[in-house]
């Protein structure tokens, strides 16, 4: 936090946590500390120069996409009615013409960065300053601070994937010109909603870095060695498990089926897995199961047509509760190691 939002805490809050209007008759309701920390911290990512650079890199990659698949869609069938593919709108973030991937895949790689660079220097650079200890002097609990950092960081992180998202739909209604139907606009808003968490997460783990470490330039390569870890190497590990683990008779179904579904399970640790699989599944409606083995009679006996939002979110609703329950994990580990640090001022 900078100068100027100690100051304005010290000015609005006095040493028992209430300002000094607050005792006459008539006085405004005064703004919690919890509040005022989360306007300064999310103004300040706002005005900073980090934020505006990786945020116009997301959005030139978004745009990039979204013509990739306007491409790809206007060479796929010829304008006629009979000819538009159903879920249309939907293609719009699935379907690339092959030169540019598609808006999910440039969000699965390119999402995470927004909260490591949001919260890499959390709490060390308050720290390195010296102006951590300052704001804990003052009537602010060490609870509300660490909160402060992390909503203030979510909540720019909403404003930034809904605006990608709402660009994206812009763009395609104007280029294509079908409107999306009602079904259409909640799988894109649940996928937005989805991706919110899912960069949350990442910013839980920057700002655990940042508490961990003393010097921002280390919890930023630590944030960014793990983002390359689960995007490149983690699958490569549970491959090279597959193949060590593979069953010796072919044959033997049983065998095989365990197999898959313990590969399947290490490939779930994986929150980008997770949020692959769960995106996904929202944006294509004619995915039906998760499984990849299903019985003769499943296949025989189910319906072959798309489903509905409902049943979609059904099937990815334990990947929603797997994303929130990792968020809460690092969050709680943040909250007890800063919880147990000592602070000190420096001169």
């Not at 609990?141 to 404003?159: M, P, S, W």
């Not at 949020?275 to 025989?300: D, S």
């Not at 059904?314 to 929130?324: E, K, M, N, S, T």
């Amino acid at each position: 936090m900078s100068e100027q939002g100690i100051a304005r805490v010290r000015r609005l809050f006095g040493p028992k946590g209430a300002a000094p209007e607050a005792a006459k008759a008539g006085a405004e309701k005064i703004t919690p500390p919890f509040w005022v920390m989360v306007h300064k911290e999310f103004g300040d990512h706002i005005n900073s120069w980090r934020f505006i650079i990786l945020l116009a890199i997301v959005t030139v990659a978004s745009i990039g996409s979204i013509y990739s698949a306007i491409t790809a869609l206007s060479e796929g069938f010829s304008g006629s009615y009979e000819a538009v593919p159903e879920f249309l709108f939907l293609h719009m973030f699935t379907v690339s013409n092959g030169v540019m991937p598609n808006f999910l895949t440039f969000i699965s790689f390119l999402a995470p960065l927004i909260g490591i660079a949001i919260g890499f220097d959390a709490v060390n650079s308050e720290r390195t300053k010296g102006t951590l200890s300052r704001v804990i002097s003052q009537p602010v609990y060490r609870d509300d601070f660490l909160n402060a950092k992390f909503v203030a960081g979510l909540q720019l992180i909403a404003v930034v994937v809904f605006a990608l998202g709402f660009l994206v739909m812009g763009l395609g209604l104007f280029m294509i010109g079908y409107p999306p139907t009602p079904e259409e606009f909640l799988r894109v808003l649940a996928t937005l909603v989805i991706t919110v968490v899912y960069v949350g997460l990442w910013l839980n783990l920057s700002i655990f870095f940042s508490i961990r470490f003393k010097q921002a330039a280390t919890s930023a390569l630590a944030g960014i060695a793990l983002w390359i870890f689960f995007l490149v190497f983690y699958g490569l590990i549970v491959n090279l498990i597959g193949q060590a683990t593979a069953p010796s008779n072919p044959n033997d179904a049983a065998a095989v089926v365990a197999h898959q579904n313990f590969l399947m399970f290490l490939s779930r640790l994986s929150p980008a897995y997770l949020f692959q699989e769960a995106a996904t599944t929202l944006m294509l409606p004619n995915t039906r199961t998760l499984n990849p083995f299903i019985t003769l009679e499943q296949g025989y006996l189910a319906i072959d047509a798309p489903l509905s939002f409902g049943q979609s979110l059904l099937l990815i609703w334990p990947h929603i509760v797997a994303l929130i329950s990792m968020t809460l994990i690092v969050f709680a580990a943040s909250f007890v190691l800063f919880m147990r640090q000592e602070i000190r001022s420096r001169s």
